[in-house]
């Protein structure tokens, strides 16, 4: 029997380029681009869809290059949106970007069964809109018996995940080639300016509009860095990452754009999610409907998947790192972040108990995921510019750094516009989930007999985001804000 080298056991276990490439993949395209046309649909036509699109994919393949450049001169941080954060601005706003991009992938893991449910509402009424108490107690069983396979360990579900990013694209090139064939022309100029029966509104509103949606289908971009540490090499990170971006952003644009050559704009807007079902029942018949409905299932379910993974994953590397309470760090036999886990899973059942007295479950749960992701795109954006603003690791490279600024200075601009036109209710909403998740930031600190607030712009932070809690509970209890 052949001796096995030590390079053959380094890379042993590890991901290679397509497994980290599918991963990204997998990550994005889950429910998101199912709702596009109806989503896009009722913010604007065309030609904002457009420059809505190219906002943010120019800002997005910044934030990948960011991504990219970060994994490859920052080999030593892994789990990289939590570590680049804490490693830019300190150990609060680092817990704060591991804490929300963690509660946010729980409920982006929300909002996937609340669409699960609302595409078998439209076969079987009993699930409605995905928030009846079938749909719920559907969902919580689905939620624990993934749990448990992915107890069994994470190389088993990536091998998993793989498979079913390539079947779940199929219904997705599908529905495009059809909307390719039944595309007018005539119909589609109609529509480009904003179409008929719809209300007027500014540019400017009409791709504000969109952009969370557009945050909700990128997410997962870092999904490679996520996984840096199961690379068998360091550079597929970034690769991975480029590649992944590369193909969602054409299934996102063509999914978005071909509709308004098939149907008017106002009976887009006026579809059942999930939309593309809807879009390509009308043009086909019903079985179109049947079709990217099965597709979909299989989309999510992946999606779900690989999100449940990340979850575990940042929270466990916080965990290690004596940023959250340690016992999130334990991992049993099988090498998988048991307790992170369960901590996961239990939230995302508490979310899913929660649609229960939502108006629009699929809606609330993809605009909080969006925005609680922010704050995470935000710091790493900034450490990436501060990174290349100080030249740390740019020595004798003048190039590169110039190069790398420019990306980042975009980067950053692009977060902050994001902020932006998210808008204050949403932003105090992140408040409601960032304020209470404190705690488990003063009982790592209290593990390890450090202050809670050694800084005084970490109990600045603190004291924010304990203010924006208060009042966005006093405008959920006065109905100022409806969920």
Known sequence: MAETTSSEKSTAGKLALPVLTAMVIGSMVGSGIFSLPRTFGIATGPFGAIVAWSIAGCGMFTLARVFQFLAQRKPDLDAGVYAYAKAGFGDYPGYLSAFGYWIGSCVGNVS?????????????????????????????????????????GIQQAAFINTVVTIAKIVPILAFILIMVFAFSFDLFSANFWGGEGMPEAGLFEQVRATMLVTVFVFLGIEGASVYSRYAKRR????????????????????????????????????????????????????????????????????????????????????????????????????????????????????????????????????????????????????????????????????????????????????????????????????????????????????????SWFPRGIDLALFVLAMLGCVLGIWWLATGYITL
């Open 112 to 152: 996937y069964w609340v669409l699960i449910k609302s595409t078998l509402g439209a076969f079987f009424p009993v699930f409605g809109d995905g928030n009846t108490v079938a749909a719920i107690v559907v969902a919580s069983v689905g939620i624990w018996l993934f749990h448990f396979m992915i107890l069994r």
């Open 235 to 450: 550079e597929d990170v970034g690769r991975a990452t480029l590649l992944g971006f590369a193909a969602v952003i054409c299934l996102l644009v063509l999914v978005t754009l071909l509709p308004y050559g098939a149907l008017p704009r106002a009976e887009i807007a006026g579809m059942r999610q999930p939309s593309m079902a809807a879009v390509l029942e009308a043009v086909v018949g019903r079985w179109g409907a049947i079709f990217v409905s099965v597709g979909l299932l299989v989309s999510v379910l992946g999606a779900y998947l690989a999100w449940s993974l990340i979850c575990a994953e940042v929270l466990s590397i916080a965990a290690k790192t004596r940023d959250m309470p340690r016992i999130f760090a334990r991992e049993n036999a099988n090498k998988v972040p048991a307790n992170a886990l369960w901590a996961t899973n239990i939230v995302v059942q508490l979310f899913i108990i929660s649609t229960y007295w939502s108006q629009d479950a699929f809606s609330l749960m993809l605009n909080l995921t969006s925005v609680m992701s922010l704050i995470p795109f935000l710091l790493v954006a900034g450490y990436a510019f501060l990174l290349v603003r100080r030249g740390e690791t740019y020595q004798g490279q003048p190039g590169d750094r110039s190069r790398d600024m420019v990306i980042a200075s975009i980067a950053l601009a692009y977060t902050i516009f994001l902020l932006f036109a998210a808008g204050l209710e949403f932003l105090v909403l992140s408040a409601i989930l960032y304020g209470p998740g404190t705690v488990l930031f003063l009982w790592a600190r209290r593990e390890q007999g450090k």
